[in-house]
């Protein structure tokens, strides 16, 4: 079974090169993310993340939401192994499928049915499992004959209905999503929540950052609420949803 441990975890940003009195009294004025302070060295440091601990087991649906800057994102990219936890401890069981960029690894010289290729590759499957899922990935990007051309030739929405399909396509244990409803034009979202849909369905633990109200009732059995880069909430989604907006 999946599972996440994170116990006092925290993520660090050292920032160099700057006048510390000059750069802190700016800084503060200006950002709504975690902390800024002086280490031991007297260097600047912003605490994206600051002493989290948590657990998600086997069906947990966890909603992430906070002001822009809370931690969100820093949190979903701590889960996703691009950053590595400055103090404390994190364990995740199972394999981790993060939907964070979905244009990452897109080629614009390639054809669709080559994006198809490289993207479902850097996502973690085997040419097989590929070939095998090609004509359902094709179906749903509603794209047509534009898979045998170039990406320069496609619209923006062209791009990210293509990118969300090659995304789509995995199978996931843990499930990370930044987002990812907002994706493609209005034709496209019924049959991108759908899929969308069935890939939560089928996932073990998914951790979900979202502004959408509606997806965190809907989706979420626990919600962290974070601000400044700490736990302000974890719990019941409609208790976050109240202190959040309050």
């Known amino acids: 079974m999946a599972r996440i441990d994170l116990r006092k975890v925290s993520v660090e940003f050292p920032i160099y090169n700057v006048n510390a009195r000059s750069f802190k009294k700016k800084f503060l004025r ?12 007297q260097h600047i440091v912003v605490n994206a993340l600051k002493d989290i601990t948590l657990t998600l087991k086997h069906g947990d649906r966890l909603g992430l939401i906070g002001h822009n800057g809370a931690g969100k994102s820093t949190m979903l990219r701590l889960l996703a192994g691009v950053y590595e936890p400055t103090s404390g401890d994190l364990r995740t069981d199972g394999h981790v499928s993060p939907m964070l960029d979905i244009m990452h690894g897109i080629e614009t010289e390639f054809t669709g049915y080559e994006n198809i290729m490289q ?9 097989a499992e590929i070939k095998a899922q090609i004509q359902e990935i094709a179906e749903l990007t509603g794209l047509g004959d534009y898979l045998s051309m170039p990406m320069r030739t496609y619209s923006s929405g062209m791009m990210v209905r293509l990118a969300f399909s090659i995304s789509a396509s995995i199978k996931p244990d843990i499930l990370l999503i930044d987002e990812i409803f907002n994706a493609g034009d209005a034709d496209f979202l019924e049959k991108a929540r759908g899929r969308m849909i069935h890939l939560l369905n089928q996932s073990s633990i998914v951790v979900m950052a979202t502004h959408s ?34």
């Open 30 to 41: 200006l950002a709504t993310g975690g902390a800024v302070v002086k280490d031991a060295n």
């Open 119 to 127: 993207r479902g590759t850097l996502l973690g499957l085997s040419r």
């Open 213 to 246: 109200d509606d997806l965190i009732t809907e989706f979420c059995n626990k919600v962290l609420l974070l601000e400044g880069g700490q736990i302000k909430y974890l719990g019941d989604p409609g208790e976050a949803l109240r202190l959040y907006h309050n």
